[in-house]
């Protein structure tokens, strides 16, 4: 059965982060879909590279559909823009407290998931190494590449980015899948 995964993008997001999310998860039979916040509605994105990635849709009609999964990507100012998209941190909400799964690497779990309150109580969580963000982990804080605590997973940055793929993955598909996956992306 295919999951279905949203992928939240801005002017600003990370393309190695973005693009590993989406082809690592697809190769396991998710569906994903890329939802734009950007204000105006517009589809295109400039991420942090200069790189631009046509969403295909935006978030205002993405929040109208149930998710398995929703995965967010860092980079700056990306990560801010996610913050600062209502309908996207009343979507989190949702699947925090409907028990769904959720994530975020890089910046993300602390300028969005940290900003926010949606690390779980008591859990932990990763972000990239920077100061600036670790302090808003506060407590949560952990120096692990990818981070499971309850139905949220955290990772660091682009270099983890693949095994947090293989992570979200496996929560949808399974360890069997998983390993299937990584053997088949030559991952070691």
Same mark, same amino acid.
């Given at each position: 059965?295919?999951?279905?995964?949203?992928?939240?993008?801005? #002017?600003?997001? +990370? %393309?190695?982060e973005?693009?590993?999310?989406?082809?690592?998860?697809?190769?396991f039979?998710?569906?994903?879909?890329?939802?734009?916040?950007?204000? #105006?509605?517009?589809?295109?994105?400039?991420?942090?590279?200069?790189?631009?990635?046509q969403?295909?849709?935006?978030?205002e +009609?993405?929040?109208? +559909?149930?998710?398995?999964?929703?995965?967010?990507?860092?980079?700056?100012?990306?990560?801010?823009h996610?913050?600062?998209?209502k309908?996207?941190v009343?979507?989190?909400?949702?699947?925090?407290?409907?028990?769904?799964?959720? *994530?975020?690497?890089?910046?993300?779990?602390a300028?969005?998931?940290?900003?926010? *309150?949606?690390?779980?109580?008591? *859990?932990?969580?990763?972000?990239?190494?920077?100061?600036?963000?670790? %302090?808003?982990?506060?407590?949560? +804080?952990?120096?692990? #590449?990818?981070?499971?605590?309850?139905?949220?997973?955290?990772?660091?940055?682009?270099?983890?980015?693949?095994?947090?793929?293989?992570?979200?993955? %496996?929560h949808?598909?399974?360890?069997?899948?998983?390993?299937?996956?990584?053997?088949?992306?030559?991952?070691?």
């Open positions: 059965m295919s999951k279905r995964v949203l992928v939240p993008i801005a #002017d600003g997001s +990370e %393309e190695i973005t693009t590993c999310i989406t082809d690592t998860l697809v190769r039979g998710a569906s994903v879909t890329i939802a734009s916040v950007k204000p #105006d509605g517009t589809l295109l994105c400039k991420m942090s590279r200069g790189i631009q990635v969403a295909d849709t935006t978030i +009609e993405a929040v109208k +559909e149930e998710w398995d999964l929703v995965a967010l990507p860092g980079g700056m100012p990306g990560a801010e996610l913050r600062d998209s309908p996207l009343d979507l989190l909400r949702k699947q925090k407290e409907s028990g769904k799964l959720y *994530g975020a690497i890089c910046a993300a779990p300028v969005v998931l940290a900003t926010h *309150g949606l690390i779980p109580e008591g *859990g932990s969580a990763t972000c990239y190494p920077a100061p600036g963000f670790r %302090e808003k982990l506060a407590s949560a +804080e952990s120096n692990e #590449d990818v981070v499971v605590s309850d139905n949220m997973t955290t990772s660091q940055g682009p270099a983890t980015a693949v095994d947090f793929a293989l992570q979200l993955g %496996e949808l598909y399974g360890k069997g899948k998983r390993d299937e996956i990584a053997k088949g992306m030559l991952v070691k």
